[in-house]
């Protein structure tokens, strides 16, 4: 059964920093890419960062955001610093099968960037 633990969202004034985690079981994760993505309301859902091997970011998070993993913990973390209040965002995680093409999603963590 596959299954994800998430944490590290909440509310956050601007220019401050956040650390998302997203553990995962059920599926064998060091075969799996792991992205983040954001939803924010009334917009679409967007890939925020992705860690296939090589890390990649959105224009409006690179230099901000990091992604990272650890294939022995079946963990990924996104840390976020420098926050805007345009982060704010339920923030996903997503991991896909490197040969299945498989996808699995977090249920998605909220982040409120907010003075």
């Known amino acids: 059964q596959v299954q994800f633990v998430e944490s590290g969202g909440g509310l956050v004034q601007p220019g401050g920093s956040l650390r998302l985690s997203c553990a995962a079981s059920?599926?064998?994760?060091?075969?799996?890419?792991s992205h983040w993505y954001r939803q924010a309301p009334g917009k679409e859902r967007e890939l925020v960062a992705s860690?296939?091997?090589?890390?990649t970011y959105a224009d409006a998070v690179k230099g901000r955001f990091t992604i990272s993993r650890d294939n022995a913990k079946n963990t990924v973390w996104l840390q976020m610093n420098g926050l805007k209040p345009e982060d704010t965002a339920v923030y996903f995680c997503?991991?896909?099968?490197?040969?299945?093409?498989?996808?699995?999603w977090g249920q998605g963590i909220q982040v409120t960037v907010s003075s």
């Open positions: 059920g599926f064998p994760f060091s075969v799996y890419t």
């Open positions: 997503n991991f896909v099968g490197m040969i299945t093409r498989r996808s699995y």
């Open positions: 860690n296939s091997g090589t890390t």
